[in-house]
Nanobody
């Protein structure tokens, strides 16, 4: 069982930055691909970014390419999402997820077995 805890959300003005962190309860280094998803009120949960077990494979959703950066620190069992140039449409609850099976379809939320509780990101205009 893997427990994930997100932190770093908050209220920021458009154009600002936030860094989200996802701490895993046990060793996930090299064992889980990790992903970030978000869900805005009244909308479906959507893929944001993912990183493979080794960190060599990184994927982004088109709306965040060039603005968000996913990274992982396997020694500390933590995954980060650096979010720059934030826009009001980035407002959502952001979730961290872990995929222990190494799926090649990391944009698909169904491939993830473990989820955090979410952290709210609000971007004001």
């Amino acid at each position: 069982q893997v427990q994930l805890v997100e932190s770093g959300g908050g209220l920021v003005q458009a154009g600002g930055s936030l860094r989200l962190s996802c701490a895993a309860s046990r060793r996930t280094s090299s064992r889980c691909a990790m992903g970030w998803f978000r869900q805005a009120p009244g909308k479906e949960r959507e893929f944001v970014a993912a990183i493979s077990r080794s960190g060599s494979g990184i994927y982004y959703a088109d709306p965040v390419k060039g603005r968000f950066t996913i990274s992982r620190d396997n020694a500390n069992n933590t995954v980060y999402l650096q979010m720059n140039s934030l826009k009001p449409e980035d407002t959502a609850v952001y979730y961290c997820a872990a995929d222990p099976d190494g799926s090649p379809w990391l944009w698909d939320s169904n491939e993830y077995d473990y989820w955090g509780q979410g952290t709210q990101v609000t971007v004001s205009s």
